[in-house]
RNA sequence: GGCGUCGUACCCAAGUGGCUAAGGGAACGGUCUGCAAAACCGUCAUGCAGCGGUUCGAAUCCGCUCGACGCCUCCA
């Protein structure tokens, strides 16, 4: 195998530069996972899947991977720590809304989220994180990481919390650009926040809150942690003091990710982490996705209820890297089930030439790896999805042109590229077995087949009335047919 | 007010100084098929928001104009 570099925006530097890992071929990553209070709508999982292409990628280099991916089940208020008067946490602001009334409790909330999460990670073909850790389960190094903060001298207790005093780290603003924190408040319509705060950019990594549904013991009374400090120390925890990678939405640049490197790097003095990336939001028909506007879809609402491909919506959402805008559209989404057909056809093609044993060999597999090799390429190169579907697409073109035809040799060929092609991108083959879903009819495969019979029988007859009916009918019903040689064929049309 | 991104065909999108401006979807014509579907073949941007400039040479660099968008405020 030859050696690539792997190239990726870093978010501090604005450049493209090498993703070198300290321990050289041992990549320690950590990607910032949702807050469980909902279900993760296909923004989010724009997010992740960025962060399983970076993990596929690196797999494809031969390199290891530890990878650490997040639940926040506590500490994420509804409004930013800078302005806190107020806020309330996202946890126990959905369970005393309408979907909340279904749970005893909030404990009981994140852990169906967080659930729901898990189980839609699996359907979007994502690689799983070595340890998936929860805020509230790591709260005694939470505790100990603010005691020690206060210890230094980098934060401080008022009546509300503990606060983390921004001007005591110079390097604060390195990340997002937000250097001068005072001209941050200047043209901001209204500064909200705690009059007992030392600045307005200090930030909380303790509330103190007696009436909190969620609360814990600490040296500064019952209450519980900030949002940014949880990431600090479980990502420490499990990766060690300095990241080789952290990614995560856009969004979190700042406040949330420059909060992280002022506490971290405080506490070790050392980097917190040498390679940031952001994946860009998700737009819908041009327009911002968000809770607030109500115009999000999720997972679940378009696999379960819409019968989409998960592989397909996988490829709706990876089709533009990482760094750009996506507009998520109905017609992205058509095009992306369109492709995805291809390669899955371009499968059975490949099983049905290795059963049929035919003899010969006509080079498809060097052509294939050719086409892999720059896909990989592409991938190296700041995550160019595109330029890697186009290759992977161009795979399909010669396998189809092999067509039936194709020797044993050349469908393992086939083969073998496919499994290469879905390693690296995810949108050939779903990776996990499929879980059963509550929702939707399920296909009477027997009917189906009994139907397929009955067209067959009439097109023998040449009734093909009959048969037209029969393909018509079935296709209302979402079902489509296909005269193969090898057979009629079925399948569910998505979207 | 601060920070940042982008404008390439009907749609998505690659290309960041130099061969014919990748690839996909849609559309149209053809082959195959009882007819379809799938597949294959062919057609589909003398031009890259507009205007200037630099250069032997620019979609690519510089300037201005117009337009779209994001973060700083709930959000990945």
Redesign the pocket.
């Known amino acids: 195998m030859k050696t690539r570099a792997f190239r990726l925006t870093d978010s501090q530097s ?1 450049q493209v530069k090498e993703l070198q890992p300290v321990d050289k071929g041992h990549l320690k990553f950590y990607s ?4 469980v209070y909902s279900y ?2 296909i ?2 999982f ?3 899947i960025t962060a399983d292409l970076i993990v596929r990628t690196a797999e494809a280099l031969g390199w290891k991977v530890s990878y650490v991916s997040n639940i926040t089940d506590v500490g ?8 806190d008067a107020g ?1 309330e946490d ?1 946890m126990e602001k959905a369970l005393k809304s309408k979907e909340g009334e279904a749970f005893a409790n909030v404990w009981e909330l994140a852990d169906h989220y967080g659930n729901a999460f898990k189980s839609d990670w699996k359907r979007m073909n994502l690689r799983l994180p070595m340890v998936w850790p929860k805020a509230t389960q790591h709260m005694r190094e939470q505790i100990l990481a603010v005691e020690e903060l206060i210890d230094k001298g980098h934060a401080y207790e008022t009546p509300t919390g503990v606060y983390f005093n921004v001007s005591s780290f110079e390097d604060y603003g390195k990340l ?3 250097r ?1 924190q005072d ?2 408040y ?3 319509r209204e500064v909200v926040t705690d009059e007992n705060k030392q600045h307005p950019s200090d930030f909380a990594l303790w509330k103190k809150d007696e009436k909190h549904l969620m609360q814990w013991f600490s040296p500064w009374g019952w209450g519980f942690p900030g ?1 940014h400090i949880e990431c600090s120390v479980m990502a420490m925890r499990y990766l060690g003091e300095t990241l080789d990678l952290h990614a ?9 990710h420059e909060c992280e490197i002022a506490q971290s790097e405080t506490l070790t003095g050392k980097p917190f982490a040498n390679h940031w990336i ?6 819908v028909d ?7 506007k109500g115009n ?1 879809y999720t997972v679940r609402g378009l696999v379960d209820e819409e019968k989409v491909d998960p592989l397909a919506l996988r490829y709706a959402l990876l ?3 990482y ?5 998520f ?1 109905r ?2 989404l ?2 992306a089930g ?2 995805v ?2 390669f899955k ?1 371009c499968d059975r093609l490949a099983d049905s030439a290795i059963q049929k044993g035919k003899e010969g060999d006509d080079g498809l597999g060097k052509t294939l790896n050719d086409l892999y090799e720059q896909a990989l390429d592409a991938m190296c ?2 995550l ?1 999805t ?2 890697a ?2 290759k992977a ?2 795979g ?2 010669a396998i ?2 092999a ?1 039936d035809s194709m020797s044993k040799v050349d469908g393992e060929a086939a083969k073998a590229y496919l499994t290469k092609i879905n390693a690296l991108l995810g949108i050939v083959r779903p990776d996990y077995e499929a879980e059963e879903t509550a929702t939707g009819p399920a296909v009477d495969e027997t009917r189906v087949q009994n139907l397929i019979d009955e ?1 067959n029988a009439a ?1 023998k007859a040449k009734d ?2 009959r ?2 009916q029969i ?1 018509k009918d079935l296709d209302a019903e979402g079902i ?5 040689p090898e057979g ?1 064929v079925w399948r569910l049309k998505s979207v």
């Open positions: 604005h910032c996972g949702p807050t993760a709508h923004g989010n724009r997010t992740f994420h208020l509804t409004q930013d720590d800078m302005a806020g996202k997002s650009g937000n001068d001209q941050l200047r043209g901001v949002w995560g939405g856009e969004d979190l640049i700042f406040p949330h952001h994946t860009r939001f998700l737009q041009g327009e911002k996705m968000s809770k607030s999000f089709a533009v890297p760094g750009k805008p996506l507009n559209t017609q992205s058509r095009d369109q492709n057909e291809r056809e190169e700041d160019n595109s330029v579907i186009a697409l161009e399909t073109v189809f042109k067509g067209r097109k093909y009335a048969a037209d393909r489509e047919l296909r005269d193969t009629t």
